[in-house]
């Protein structure tokens, strides 16, 4: 060491280090580029604008305690927090804005217990290993990402919106799905407080600006053996009109119904053998007892079975056509035509095929169709899309959004990195505001991710 370097002041940053010298730190530059990053390059619009944003330093506690050091040191010096679980979210909600500290809470990753058709789990343990402890036992997720593999508990609830099961319970924020969190406050002195069932919601969907969950309880599901199948057919109407019938069927367990309309599946490449050129294609996941009732359901249609997977075949394969729903359909698409991007959006219940129809006859060529059934957060059923998109200018862009909106159709703007700008849409309630007061009072959690909130610089 130089004499230079020996007098060389001490950054905040190496202040915390040599204060916390028994925590998992990551310094190398590449490393803390890629865990400062998520899935946000899907935009071209967050690309460009998040590329180059990272934290000064990631670190990865293993404790409740290292979290509480972790925490209570980062406020001394007023450094940014960012929490990261696996980082597959969307809209760079993991990217520090302002550098600081990257959090990644995948080594606190417990399983605390399974109760009946309850789980609790400490945030950083990822969905799938949840399911792997809790499907012996019988009950599975009620709604999850298709990054259940790598996504993690505490991700899903602060930067996820639900998927594979909504269509039986609605959107992880229906009630009764989250049961509680366990969340500490961003203080010198942090505080731990056990959240109930609404005011535990207050913490979801905020991309980590207020609050660090450490434990979650959900509500589960009973294990159905879902039957994995394929079918296409020529007609749009045709596979609209049947993929809206089995969602509505009631009769038939479900927990998966996705409609993509051509050309959606000439792009998920890996399936190409059961996806005949410009054909359009309904992906489910039913209970196996509902595939003679289905049959008659795809013969009425004139839709072929193309692809067909027991819950015993897919157990035994590991590959299963949840990887190919909600956001893969995207990921899968942007590995074959790198200028798509998509939007998020919401139809009106019992609208929502007439307004599929209408938007397809609208923007058909430009913005291709691949919806999801769901039940909404007040139980009725509907469908998200996540459109993928020929992408030529960001005005465009803007203007396809109008369009839709003006058309009745909602818009969760997945181009933006301020949480009121995307799904939120619009200001925070006066209730979510106060939560961000009281367990982020110096505004430490991912600053410039909510409006109101300045950016703290590290
Ligand atoms: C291919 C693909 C498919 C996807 N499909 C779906 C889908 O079907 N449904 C869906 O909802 N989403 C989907 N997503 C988005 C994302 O995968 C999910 O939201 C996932 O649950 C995020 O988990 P994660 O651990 O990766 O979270 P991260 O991306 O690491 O974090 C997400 C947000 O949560 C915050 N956060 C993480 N942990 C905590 C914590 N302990 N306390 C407080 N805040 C925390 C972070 O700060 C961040 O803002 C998809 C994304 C991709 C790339």
Redesign the pocket.
Known sequence: MTTDTMNAPVSAIEQLQLELPDLDWITDASRIARLSQ??SW?SPVLKRQLENKRADVVVRPRTEDEIRRLVSACVERKLPI?????????YG??TPLAGGVVLD?TGYNAMCWVRGGVARAQ??I??GDIEKQTKPMGYEFRC????YR???????????????GSINYGP?AAPGNVLGVR?MTIEAEPQIVELRGAEALR?HH????N????ELEVALAPVHPWLETLVTFPAFDEALAFADKLARASGIDKREVAFFASPVPDHLGQLSDYLPRGCHAVLSLIDECGEETMSEMVAAHGGTVTYRRTAEEVQKSNRTLIEF????T??HALRIDKTLTYLQSSFTPGQHVQQITEMEKLLGGEVMMHAEFLRNIDGLLTCSALQLVRFTTEERLDEIIRIYREHGVRINNPHTFIVEDGKAGGALPPEIIDMKKRFDPMGLL?PG?LRDWPVVAA
């Open positions: 998520d899935f899907f960012t929490i990261r679980g696996s980082g597959t979210g969307n909600q993991t809470m945030a950083g990822r969905l999850m990402p298709s990054t790598s996504a993690t508990l505490g991700g899903l609830f602060g930067g996820g919106f639900g998927g594979v992880l969340a913490m905020l991309w980590g600006t609050g660090l969950v450490l729903t909600w956001n893969h995207t990921l991912n991710k």
